[in-house]
């Protein structure tokens, strides 16, 4: 891209003139062909979500999440009363279509409607979801929010610097790294270096494609499982 410069000589950054503030995401569903996303209701995702929580049995999943795990489904519903029902973070119940039942969350946070800027995060995939193609196509259909939909400019995922699975999953499905904050914050009474990874409305056309091949009928076999990986295909 060519410099950009002001009347001084000045490098500065390129022009958006016709640039306004982006809406705020909808509370209106997203539908998939594996999964739905729809705003989170404690009254009626909470206790079959808790139930598909259960499943991760030496509570992995809860490592680098800054709540949980949860004994009881009491503290887990007092918690997601307290945190879940707001509009930043926005919290999606992540709904199986085979089962129709709550198998993850996921949320949109730190929303920056001016900037066109908007962070993915809280992510909590329920074993019965892991490694499922409703799994990609939940963010996939986060991700088509944001662009197609509501015009943002940037996309940001960010992890502890030591979660090894999660900047994992984040490089798989397009973000590009950029960099350690280090000691960003405290969680669970430890440090967490956080990774910043991002995608931009101008590399989401490409990522988009790679996404509706790998989601194509065409690339399962009668098993369900995958032909090609996703990165292959983008």
């Not at 705003?39 to 049995?57: K, M, T």
């Not at 198998?103 to 066109?116: E, K, L």
């Not at 992510?123 to 929010?145: C, D, F, H, V, W």
């Amino acid at each position: 891209m060519t410099q950009h410069r002001n009347a001084l000589g000045q490098p500065i950054g390129f022009p958006l003139p016709d640039w306004q503030a982006r809406p705020r995401p909808p509370r209106t569903p997203m539908e998939g062909r594996f999964c739905r996303l729809e705003p989170f209701d404690p009254e009626r995702h909470a206790a079959e979500l808790f139930a598909a929580n259960g499943e991760d049995r030496d509570r992995r999943n809860w490592t680098y999440l800054p709540y949980g795990p949860f004994e009881r489904f009491e503290d887990y519903r007092s918690w997601l009363d307290r945190f879940c029902r707001g509009d930043d973070p926005f919290f999606q119940a992540i709904i199986d279509r085979s089962t129709g039942r709550p198998v993850g969350i996921a949320s949109y946070m730190r929303i920056d409607p001016a900037s066109g800027v908007i962070e993915v995060g809280g992510i909590n995939y329920s074993p019965q979801l892991q490694q499922k193609p409703g799994a990609t196509e939940a963010m996939y259909l986060m991700m088509a929010r944001v662009f197609d939909e509501l015009g943002y400019r940037r996309y940001e995922w960010k992890c502890d610097s030591l979660n090894a699975p999660s900047r994992a999953a984040a490089e798989r499905l397009g973000f590009r790294f950029e960099g350690i904050f280090r000691q960003a914050t405290v969680y669970k009474q430890r440090n967490r270096d956080t990774a910043w990874f991002s995608i931009l409305d101008s590399e989401w056309p490409g990522l988009k494609q790679g996404f509706e091949r790998w989601l194509a009928p065409e690339n399962f076999d009668a098993s369900g499982k995958q032909k090609r990986q996703l990165t292959e295909l983008r």
